[in-house]
């Protein structure tokens, strides 16, 4: 196919000028036109895309040819044949790569000036730092997980006043995309001052659970036969591996005994696809989905970054399956979030002990969910932590948490740290004095 892009500069971008270089009446707020925005966004500006599959190839697309430049690309998988129907960077030749290498190649390579970076790995993996580099985080995920865990990120980010109000300067915004079959959504998320994830957990349904004499006993459809070697057979033949859901062994373990089981029960319609389906939870993506929710993330990236309209508040749903319905909600932002607010109040007598307001956070509704072995520090001082500073910080365990704080203020603002947390938790501790 031949490029047809202009080459030259304001002939190519004429489009993106006029919202840049022009007022109107739906500009957001400190818009100030002027050819620096086009600069900024060319050269200045950083954003990461985290997801190379079928929302994230439209995404880096998109942002590429909306005239974003540094493109830094985050993915941990490789490509498979079912992934070419609708994944349109990549071709047969390429099945094995991996995904954010070859995305990264073909948008360098079909957009002049384009400078996409990839990095073929683990979102757990890249230090705090490399998250600070970004303008803006743009996800293309299919995973609440994952979701959760770049939320927390972008939180931790976030640094508040005395008073408790964020620092807008250290606001990391992420713009989230998500689809299945023919639904979809696009939302803005500033930590701080809109919900985040945290916020908003109701939003996504728990899964589909099967009981489990069904899928020992009668099994009726492909799904309980997935199930039964997934969630049986596993713990029963592999019981000393832990399942991983991105090994393709696993997968193919349990794709070929579901199968044997199905065969065995009569049942029809066992794949691979399914299997990775059943397991993952996925719903089969739509090309024309991706798009629509593409368009509306990089949009709302740009709108972010440049101020050129009014942004989305906060979320938008998009239902394709009947005709095209898009409807447009604003969230309300818990205040006791316990991930994007200034700390999770934790009232506790003036005489307790640090062990006490570490029993207090395990049974709290919010913050008992999120822990199982906290460390505690106030500010630079380190209270009590786990591993091997335990035995030196044991002993502070048990005296009275006021003697451990500077000064006698009433309010303390910790820091809780925890292997099941992927950030650290902000948690204001007020000491009550007993009532004469």
């Known amino acids: 196919m031949e490029d047809t892009t202009p080459t030259n500069s304001s002939e190519r971008w004429i489009d993106i000028d006029k919202l840049l270089t022009r007022n109107g009446n739906l500009v957001g707020p400190g818009f100030e036109p002027g050819p620096e925005l086009r600069d900024f966004l060319q050269q200045d500006c950083k954003v990461l895309c985290i997801g190379a599959g079928g929302l994230g190839c439209e995404i880096l697309k998109d942002l590429a040819l909306s005239g974003f430049v540094n493109i830094d690309v985050i993915d941990m998988d490789t490509i498979d044949v079912s992934n070419l129907n609708r994944q349109f960077l990549f071709r047969l030749q390429d099945v094995g790569k991996p995904k954010a290498v070859v995305a990264a190649e073909r948008i360098n390579a079909r957009v002049p000036g384009a400078n996409v970076t990839a990095h073929f790995g683990r979102i757990e993996d890249m230090p705090l730092q490399f998250y600070q580099e970004f303008t803006v985080i743009v996800l293309g995920l299919d995973s609440l997980e994952a979701r959760r865990y770049m939320n927390s990120i972008a939180c931790s980010l976030l640094e508040f006043d005395e008073e408790g109000n964020p620092d807008m300067s250290t606001i990391k915004p992420l713009v989230d995309g998500g689809t299945e079959g023919f639904k979809g959504h696009a939302r803005v998320i500033l930590p701080g001052v809109t919900p985040c994830f945290e916020c908003t957990l109701w939003l996504f349904p728990p899964q589909t659970k099967f ?70 939870n996925i719903i089969p993506a739509i090309a024309s989905t991706n798009a629509i929710v593409s368009a509306a993330c990089v949009l709302e990236a740009l709108k972010l970054i440049t101020m050129c309209s009014t942004g989305l508040n906060n979320y938008m749903m998009y239902t394709g399956s009947q005709g095209i319905y898009t409807h447009t909600v604003a969230y309300e932002r818990d205040p006791q979030c316990p991930v994007c607010s200034a700390g999770v109040e934790v009232v506790a007598p003036a005489d307790t002990t640090l062990q006490q307001v570490i029993d207090l956070m395990l049974a709290h509704p919010q913050l008992g969910k999120m822990l199982a072995h906290p460390s505690v520090s106030y500010g630079s001082k380190q209270l009590y932590a786990r591993g091997i500073y335990e035995e030196d910080s044991r002993p502070n365990l048990a005296k009275p948490v006021r003697e451990l704080l500077e000064g006698d203020e009433p309010a303390a603002l910790l820091t809780v740290n925890d292997k099941k947390l992927s950030a650290s938790l902000r948690v204001r501790l007020r000491l009550k004095e007993p009532q004469q």
């Open 211 to 280: 009981p489990l004499c069904t899928l020992a006993e009668t099994p009726r459809t492909p799904a309980h036969c997935i199930e039964y070697a997934h969630l049986i057979l596993w713990s029963q033949q592999r019981s000393h591996e832990e399942f991983d859901t991105d090994d393709e062994e696993h997968m193919q373990w349990v794709y070929s005994n579901a199968l044997a089981r199905a065969k065995q029960y009569g049942i029809e319609g066992v794949t691979f696809q399914l299997t990775q389906g059943v397991v993952k």
